[in-house]
């Protein structure tokens, strides 16, 4: 995505190996799809008000902002560089999901439920009661590859005020997350782990859709699987025995 205001096309399909750029990570709440995003000139003027109002376009608009302070031309942000109207596009896309992050030179994880200037060290169930006295962020499935894929984080607070690097909140990290530290800093290549230790991390993390506990995990993994939205919880049973096929570890047979 480049220059969401721009009165051009601001949708481009590049080389995510080739290509330097920012991506972002985020809880999804009122967001600006594809569609939305490719027709937003031609809309009507109250149309197109309308969806400029919304939180989701200003999560874009200020990503944007950030990509260009720290001098990147691209971002990649899900809710509106995905055609989810196309299932081979989305399959593709879930595919290839943590090899995109994993190449971005950083990703931008908004906090959206987080006020002050730091992440929190303790539970507060006050504040995050519903996501286990936690920032949301941490609790969601999506986010495990989010966090661990990219080279670099940085966390913003709800006004987008930058809250600290994954390498240097990584003792925090490793608090809320159960993530060892040396993971956070230097990828899954600097500690040798079994499949049930990175299954653990992902234990008390939720998805809207069943089948994407099984999706968001593949990445970390190293496997790939076709997208069957609709089969429930058969999805991990299938995930599992992809690991195995790739993996003589036993300790999957843990989950």
């Keep these: ?23 972002s990570s985020h809880r999804w709440g009122e967001e600006v799809t594809y569609k939305e995003m490719m027709g937003l000139m031609k ?70 439920d987080v006020d002050e200037l730091a992440v929190p060290a303790e539970r507060d169930y006050r504040k995050f009661g519903q996501s286990s006295g936690w920032p949301e962020w941490f609790m969601r499935g999506w986010t495990l590859q989010e966090l661990i894929a990219p080279k670099q984080v940085e966390f913003f607070n709800q006004d987008w005020a930058h809250i600290g690097s994954k390498r240097h909140l990584a003792p925090t990290l490793e608090v809320i997350t159960g993530i060892p530290r040396e993971v956070l800093r230097d990828g899954l290549v600097a500690k040798r782990l079994s499949v049930a230790q990175i299954m653990s991390w992902a234990a008390r993390r939720k998805t809207t859709r069943v089948e994407d506990r099984a999706y968001s995990l593949m990445g970390l993994f190293g496997v790939n699987m076709p997208m069957v939205y609709g089969e429930g919880k058969k999805t991990f049973h299938r995930l599992q025995l992809e690991i195995i096929r790739v993996s003589s570890d036993h300790s999957i047979f843990a989950w």
């Design 43 to 112: 809309m009507e003027t109250r149309k197109r008000d309308e969806v400029r109002k919304r939180y989701g376009y200003q999560k874009i608009i200020n990503s944007c902002e950030q990509a260009m302070k720290d001098g990147y031309k691209w971002l990649w942000i899900d809710t509106c560089c995905i055609d989810k109207r196309s299932s081979s596009e989305l399959s593709e896309a879930i595919n290839s999901m943590y090899r995109w992050y994993q190449n971005a030179q950083v990703c931008y994880a908004y906090l959206s």
């Design 1 to 23: 995505m480049e220059q969401a205001e721009s009165e051009y096309d601001i949708l481009e399909e590049l080389d995510d190996e080739a290509t330097s750029y920012a991506i």
